[in-house]
């Protein structure tokens, strides 16, 4: 248990549904973070969000639209995804943008 | 620019036996350097981190690195391994960049530990 919650931990979607994942911290952290882990590659950060206001956006396709409304959440929605986007999506946070990470379970999701 | 390169994608052990688990990484800057445990259906934690001082760094669960700046290396140990060592390890390095941390990760080396 490190703190981090992820919903759904599983998601199936067509190519033109709509979709969101959650993420949710009570750790008191500043920073909150969107990585894709694709097999056989690395980790890819995606968005970073610092105080509520993105600070990190790694040339991520525009069909994935994030969200930090609070400190405390972050959310990843999702519109008109291609089959190459099933992955596992890990989010994390951190004290500060200097700290280390602690990372939730990951949502797998698949794009049919 | 910094990479990490992790050579090998599995490592097949016996229980009990030692292993290593190879990580080089190349940065044009001071670097820190991480190893992150992914057990099944779970997400990553942190193993251990080298972030300047004494180059032998141990971590959790009996495990230690050594960080060798000649060889730009810094190889996971562990001298007896347990089945529950099985999961998948990430080595990784940031560094400073624009006042915020920049982790880049490595494939990820499949430890299996056999009965």
């Known amino acids: 248990e490190t703190g981090v919650t992820q919903t759904p931990r599983h998601l199936v979607m067509g190519m033109t549904n709509k979709k969101s994942l959650k993420c949710e911290q009570h750790l008191g952290h500043n920073a909150m973070y969107w990585y894709k882990q694709s097999a056989k590659k690395p980790l890819e950060l995606m968005f970073v969000?610092?105080?509520?206001?993105?600070?990190e956006n790694n040339s991520v396709p525009s069909r994935f639209s994030p969200e930090c409304p609070n400190s405390s959440h972050l959310f990843l929605h999702l519109h008109t995804l291609q089959p190459e986007d099933s992955a596992l999506y890990l989010c994390?946070?951190?004290?500060?943008?200097?700290?280390?990470?602690?990372f939730g379970e990951g949502s797998r999701l698949t794009v049919l | 620019a910094q990479s990490v390169t992790q050579l090998d994608s599995q490592v097949p052990v016996f229980e009990e036996a030692p292993v290593e688990l190879r990580c080089n990484y190349s940065?044009?800057?001071?670097?820190?350097l991480f190893w992150y445990v992914q057990y099944p259906n779970q997400g990553l934690q942190l193993l251990l981190k080298?972030?300047?001082?004494?180059?032998l760094v141990k971590g959790i669960n009996g495990f230690e690195a050594e960080f060798n700046k000649s060889q730009t290396s810094f190889h996971l140990r562990k001298p007896s391994v347990h089945i529950s060592d099985t999961a998948e390890y990430f080595c990784?390095?940031?560094?400073?960049?624009?006042?915020?941390?920049?982790?880049?990760f490595g494939t990820g080396t499949k430890l299996q530990v056999i009965p």
């Open positions: 969000y610092s105080l509520e206001e993105r600070v």
């Open positions: 940065s044009s800057v001071s670097v820190y």
């Open positions: 994390a946070s951190s004290l500060d943008t200097n700290s280390k990470l602690f």
């Open positions: 080298y972030l300047s001082g004494s180059t």
């Open positions: 990784a390095v940031s560094g400073a960049s624009g006042g915020y941390q920049k982790v880049t």
